[in-house]
């Protein structure tokens, strides 16, 4: 089978089109009219833009003249909404190597993502190791080991060890060693208002900082898209306490929400750089911002 990332993202944005396709139905062919636009309103809102970005949408509709396809130019301000400038991602560093930290609320799909950047990375040939830093769930460096079997990664963990930062530097030790290019690290769930818990990350962060100076230090944020509009609280949340450098939107395949994308860069200026679409190691792509708008509307 061949795997086509935009059939995939298309099939996996077919809840939410659907949420926003019998509204935009209504509207095909309008021009711009103070009736179309009340009408768009109602269905941005239902596919979980949220009230900032919907206004925001609508404010820029109204500055066209009435004579305007209301569905054309709505593609280009959705668009551009979302296309931003951040810094260079691994592929683009200047650094020798780099380190992706994911972190994340329980459940929200880290271990996963993990595994699926690992394959994904190594498909554009770069070496990779998965370092297992969940010292905190029984099982879960066996759940990544796991996975590093099924894609035929490196794995480095240390299932006695309860700190996580002490096995984040043996783990980028091995790595400097073998010469890798990505290490991928998983982290413990946790919630944004535990204290110690996101404390933590930032003491992981300065072990990439000031011993492994050689390394780009990437923290990729895992949010769970059934959540919709709470997962945006999430999000500031834990950028509040740790800086946050990108999103990996995960579970796209189940929900109606896929609209979230834009609250999460009008209202926090994360870009969403991945997007999980189902429980298989090539269920993820790489986020691209007209893919997206153009799988959304159709
Ligand atoms: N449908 C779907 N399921 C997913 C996706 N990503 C993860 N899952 C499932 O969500 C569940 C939790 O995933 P994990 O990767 O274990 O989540 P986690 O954040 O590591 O969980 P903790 O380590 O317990 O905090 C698993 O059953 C995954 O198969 C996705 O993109 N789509
Ligand atoms: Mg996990």
């Not at 999103?247 to 979230?260: E, N, V, Y």
Request: aromatic letters at 6%.
């Amino acid at each position: 089978m061949v795997f086509n990332p935009l059939e995939k993202l298309f099939n996996s944005l077919k809840k939410t089109r659907e949420s926003l396709s019998s509204g935009l139905n209504k509207l095909k062919g309008k021009e711009i009219s103070a009736e179309s636009i009340e009408e768009l309103e109602t269905v941005l809102l239902m596919a979980d833009l949220g009230v900032v970005c919907t206004e925001d949408v609508i404010n820029k509709l109204k500055k066209y003249g009435n004579k305007t396809n209301l569905l054309d130019v709505l593609h280009n301000e959705l668009l551009e909404m979302i296309t931003v400038k951040y810094k260079a991602n691994v592929l683009e560093t200047d650094y020798k190597a780099s380190a992706i930290l994911i972190v994340g609320v329980n459940g929200t799909g880290k271990t996963t993502s993990a595994a699926k950047l690992a394959a994904y990375y190594t498909n554009l040939g770069k070496s990779v190791m998965l370092i297992g830093a969940d010292t905190y769930r029984a099982a879960a460096a066996e759940q990544l080991r796991q996975w590093s079997v099924v894609a035929n990664i490196q794995f480095v963990s240390n299932e006695s060890s309860g700190d996580p930062s002490a096995v984040l530097f043996d783990g980028l030790k091995s790595a400097q060693a073998k010469d890798i290019d990505i290490s991928l690290i998983d982290t413990a769930g946790r919630l944004h208002t535990y204290k110690n818990l996101m404390a933590e990350i930032g003491k992981m962060h300065k072990v990439v900082t000031t011993k492994f100076p050689d390394f780009q230090l990437e923290t990729l944020l895992t949010l769970d898209a059934n959540l919709g509009q709470n997962s945006l609280s999430q999000a500031k949340k834990f950028h509040e306490q740790t800086s946050v450098d990108g999103i990996i939107l995960t579970k796209m395949d189940g929900t109606a929400k896929g609209g979230i994308v834009f609250p999460i860069y009008r209202e926090l200026g994360i870009p969403v750089k991945f997007i999980g679409m189902g429980e298989t190691l090539d269920d993820l792509i790489e986020f691209n911002a007209e893919d997206y708008v153009q799988s959304l509307i159709g």
